[in-house]
């Protein structure tokens, strides 16, 4: 293949040939070396390449885009004069804009190819140390992947950016059996930079695979409560969701985000702060330039509760007058607190160390209503035993206002940074 920047450069070229404005041309190179584990054994190796190319066109305040997975230039010629068409069809929008120019870069990160030999080691290293320690797990799928990512990014402002980056990924599936007995399923994922640790005490796979092996026999909780809950590290991306979305261009620009107009006011517990980091050191698995064509730079959503940015891209901001944001979310660190989690479980009068959490998407007001998974009760201080399925109710906003403790432990995932997280005043149905 031509040297992938000249393809950017061609494909840029291609769209204001054809008409466009303003133009905007992205070239991603993908090659993916893969583990898979199936019932406890190897079952697949492969490497797999994918090119993606990006097209998109601006003409008399009209937008237009599309991928393709081809970059040869006839394929290219074709997808800019799509575009154009696409754009012609479509109705102006004074927001619509690309990125204005910034100083060129090359940003990298992680290796340039992986060590197939360390894969293979530290995943059967895994599968041997599951089966030692925790013989009644069934490792339902394993993954642990390597993947290389190169991509240009290139618009008609001379906006120039190159970026590389090399990462690890393991993903694992999981359930345990006593018996005729099956507890839940259970999954997790984390992002690595090497393989110099084991795969089990990376993530929160160990405690995970413990706690697999406990929810076998689980009881059912009796009656409803209005109580507290401990969010696992695992559950508190989800339950974070929420609020991601809600400062992001959808629910700004229609006005249905409650955040709307609470900008450097107080939204969540003094307890709590926020931060989105895809260019720190915290982050293994971030990224260097957002989708609309800006370097990403580290940011603060919440200081103390306390708003302190939008998720806007350009079009977002264009849109509803506010500023834009400096990354697009995402690898989300959440600062400890100064409680241990012990401490925290014995505060817990009556609740639930929730794990996992499966319900529809939060209502624009923030309320709430889902199953939890991989539960625990708490009563008086102490973990008592696994819950089978109850119910979790609440609303979302409030839950951020009423955290009443952070962990001082913090698991990390690669590609986030979570403690535990104590909240009161949760609906919680048992049987």
């Not at 769209?15 to 466009?20: E, F, V």
């Not at 603060?300 to 509760?305: A, D, E, L, Y």
């Not at 959440?334 to 479980?345: A, C, H, S, W, Y």
Request: glycine content about 8%; hydrophobic content about 35%.
């Amino acid at each position: 293949m031509q040297d992938p920047r000249q393809v950017a450069q061609y494909g840029l070229n291609a769209l204001l040939k054809a008409g466009a404005d303003k133009a905007q041309c992205t070239l991603t190179l993908t090659d993916k070396h893969e583990l898979n584990v199936d019932l406890g054994e190897f079952t697949l190796v492969r490497t797999t390449f994918d090119t993606e190319v990006g097209v998109t066109a601006i003409k008399d305040g009209k937008k237009g885009s599309t991928s393709i997975n081809k970059s040869d230039s006839n394929s290219l010629d074709r997808a800019a004069a799509d575009v154009l068409d696409i754009a012609a069809a479509s109705s102006p929008d004074e927001a619509n804009d690309i990125a204005e120019v910034q100083p060129a870069a090359v940003f990298s990160s992680g290796s340039d190819a992986p060590d197939m030999d360390k894969m293979h080691s530290r995943m059967k290293e895994m599968l041997q140390s599951v089966k030692a320690a925790y013989p009644k797990v069934m490792m339902r799928q394993a993954i642990l992947d390597f993947t290389r990512t190169r991509s240009c990014f290139l618009n008609s402002n001379g906006v120039d950016f190159v970026t590389s980056k090399g990462v690890y990924s393991c993903s694992a599936i999981f359930s345990s059996k006593d018996g005729e007995k099956v507890s839940s399923f259970n999954y997790t994922a984390f992002s690595l930079q090497d393989l110099e640790k084991a795969l089990l005490n990376c993530g929160s796979i160990d405690a995970l695979l413990q706690q697999s092996t406990e929810q076998v026999h689980t009881r059912p909780m009796e009656g409803k409560f209005v109580g507290d809950i401990i969010i696992t590290p695992d559950c508190l991306g989800d339950m974070l969701y929420f609020l991601s979305y809600s400062l992001s261009n959808g629910p700004m620009i229609s006005g249905t985000s409650i955040y709307r107009d609470k900008l450097n006011e107080q939204i969540a517990s003094p307890m709590l702060s926020i931060h989105s980091r895809p260019v720190s050191d915290e982050i293994c698995d971030g990224y260097f330039v957002t989708p609309d064509g800006y370097a990403a730079q580290n940011s603060t959503i919440i200081q103390n509760g306390v708003l302190k940015t939008f998720l806007l891209s350009l079009y977002g901001a264009r849109k509803t007058g506010l500023d834009r944001a400096v990354n697009s979310g995402g690898a989300f660190v959440v600062d400890p607190g100064d409680m241990p989690l012990e401490e925290m479980v014995k505060s817990v009068k009556k609740g639930v160390l929730l794990a996992r959490f499966s319900g529809g998407d939060p209502s624009d007001n923030g309320d709430i209503s889902g199953v939890a998974k991989n539960s625990y009760l708490i009563e008086d201080g102490k973990i008592k035993y696994p819950i089978s399925e109850s119910m979790i109710s609440g609303n979302a906003a409030d839950m951020l206002m009423n955290v009443t403790a952070v962990s001082r432990e913090r698991v990390d995932y690669g590609f986030s940074v979570y403690p535990w997280v104590a909240v009161s005043g949760v609906t919680i149905s048992g049987k």
